[in-house]
């Protein structure tokens, strides 16, 4: 199965800054997904990345906040923008070649 | 919210003894999958059953599903300590291979007591 190699895996941030997560998967796959899991809670798919297109949000999220990129079949990124301590959380990205498989997870505290 | 509901939230077991967990969704479905989260982290897929299957085995594991009553249950069976983790049934939106994104259930925390 594919490997997503997701970073930071943890970071501590200032409330009004932003923090950009990293995911690198070691196949190619066509559409990548970000979630957002807040403390206890389950999964919410925050939005779908495409290669070359701008992303797909779910309802409740928006671009300005949450920008990503795709600029390859093996790669995207998540910023959190001008975060406030409602924002930590887990993030976690996705891709599916048989299944889904998940990176490890970014846990964001704000502070 | 398409969520799926989970019960129970929280299970604790003796070691050894088999866990059940429900999963109910509101949708149709092309299939359910069910992950393992441990402390937080990334989620591991554990094993997917198509609308068409009724029921699956993986090792100890057991799903079924009842797509008339829109629910699936995952049986841990000889459980170790090991299974201690938080358990999720995921549905999918549809579309075809390679762009389905899933809704997840609430979860269920499994603790197994050694």
């Known amino acids: 199965s594919a490997v997503i190699s997701q970073k930071p895996s943890r970071d501590i941030c200032q409330r009004g800054t932003s923090l950009t997560i990293q995911c690198q998967v070691d196949?190619?796959?066509?559409?990548m997904f970000w979630y957002r899991q807040q403390p206890g809670q389950s999964l919410t798919l925050i939005a779908t990345a495409n290669q070359g297109s701008e992303a797909t949000y779910e309802s409740g999220f928006v671009i300005d906040k949450f920008p990503i990129s795709r600029p390859n079949l093996t790669f995207s990124t998540l910023t959190v923008s001008n975060m406030s301590p409602e924002d930590s959380s887990i993030y976690l990205c996705s891709g599916i070649v048989t299944e889904a498989f998940f990176g490890q997870g970014t846990r964001l505290t704000v502070v | 919210s398409q969520q799926g509901e989970e019960d129970p939230q929280a299970l604790s077991i003796q070691e050894g003894e088999n866990a059940t967990m429900n999963c109910s969704y509101k949708t149709s479905i092309n299939n359910l999958q069910w992950y393992r989260q441990n402390s937080g982290r990334g989620l591991v897929h554990l094993i997917l059953i198509r609308s068409n299957e009724r029921e699956k085995h993986s090792g100890r594991l057991r799903v079924t599903l009842d797509t008339s009553k829109k629910s699936s249950s995952l049986l841990i069976t000889a459980s170790r300590a090991a299974d201690t983790a938080s358990y999720f049934c995921?549905?999918?939106?549809?579309?075809?291979?390679?762009?389905?994104?899933?809704?997840f259930g609430t979860g269920t925390r499994l603790t197994i007591i050694p």
């Open positions: 196949s190619q796959v066509t559409m």
């Open positions: 995921a549905t999918d939106e549809g579309g075809g291979f390679g762009n389905e994104k899933l809704t």
